[in-house]
């Protein structure tokens, strides 16, 4: 069984900073690339950012180009979220989810079989 948990998610204030992390454990998975999904309220879950686990190719929603980073720590089994300049429209919970699907597209939720339970991120104008 994969376990991910997510980390590091609360109340900020507009232009604040968070960073987010997942740590993964239990049964080593084949990692072919890892990424942060969230949802707001009343909204379809969205792709935010993704990571190739060997290359550290990395892959943004446009929205959040330059103001988050996804980084991972492979000596650690780590993935990190740095959210930076955020805004009242960041609002929402953050899940991070693991992929063995090599080749497969890496901002579908499809892509993904194993998820994190999920970390509040709430940003206040």
């Known amino acids: 069984q994969v376990q991910l948990v997510e980390s590091g998610g609360g109340l900020v204030q507009a232009g604040g900073s968070l960073r987010l992390s997942c740590a993964a454990s239990?049964?080593?998975?084949?990692?072919?690339?890892m990424g942060w999904f969230r949802q707001a309220p009343g909204k379809e879950r969205e792709f935010v950012a993704a990571i190739h686990w060997g290359s550290g190719n990395t892959y943004y929603l446009d929205s959040v180009k330059g103001r988050f980073t996804i980084s991972r720590d492979t000596s650690k089994n780590t993935m990190y979220l740095q959210m930076n300049s955020l805004k009242p429209e960041d609002t929402a919970v953050y899940y991070c989810?693991?992929?063995?699907?090599?080749?497969?597209?890496?901002?579908?939720?499809?892509?993904?079989?194993?998820w994190g339970q999920g970390t509040q991120v709430t940003v206040s104008s």
């Open positions: 989810a693991g992929s063995e699907k090599y080749g497969y597209t890496m901002n579908r939720s499809e892509t993904y079989g194993y």
């Open positions: 239990g049964r080593t998975f084949s990692r072919y690339a």
